[in-house]
């Protein structure tokens, strides 16, 4: 599950941060999140609480902005949505494919209880 591994990398960030700052305590998460395929906010939601017990993120709030990338194809030049990472134009069928916008995560900030 993609999810998964996106929520350890945010729960990696946070708990980074938190110790820099000296926290008892995160109390949300801010950031976003932008994937070449549809996120399941709930599941990414899952994936951080579980993964944050028995850390000072547990119980944290995530308050993240989930983005699906856009893909244009360079053989008809359709805009689409990519599905599962994979840049197959729906209308034309080509993969070559280019990526409209950024991808990745990004933790914008993290509220903490000293």
């Known amino acids: 599950m993609h999810e998964s591994s996106l929520a350890k990398a945010i729960l990696r960030e946070v ?7 000296g ?3 995160v109390v949300s998460v801010h950031g976003r999140v932008a994937e070449t ?3 399941s906010r709930e599941s990414l ?3 951080f609480e579980a993964l944050a017990i028995g850390t000072p993120a ?10 699906h990338v856009r893909a244009r194809c360079g053989d008809c030049g359709a805009d689409y949505l990519p599905e599962h990472h994979v840049l197959l134009c729906p209308d034309c069928g080509s993969t070559s494919g280019e990526i ?3 991808t990745g995560l990004a933790v914008d900030s993290i ?4």
């Open 23 to 25: 926290a008892r305590r």
């Open 15 to 21: 708990l980074f941060r938190a110790e820099e700052a």
């Open 45 to 47: 939601s899952t994936s």
């Open 111 to 114: 509220e903490i209880e000293e």
């Open 100 to 102: 409209a916008g950024p």
């Open 37 to 39: 395929e549809a996120l």
């Open 58 to 67: 547990e119980g944290a709030s995530l308050d993240l902005e989930l983005t």
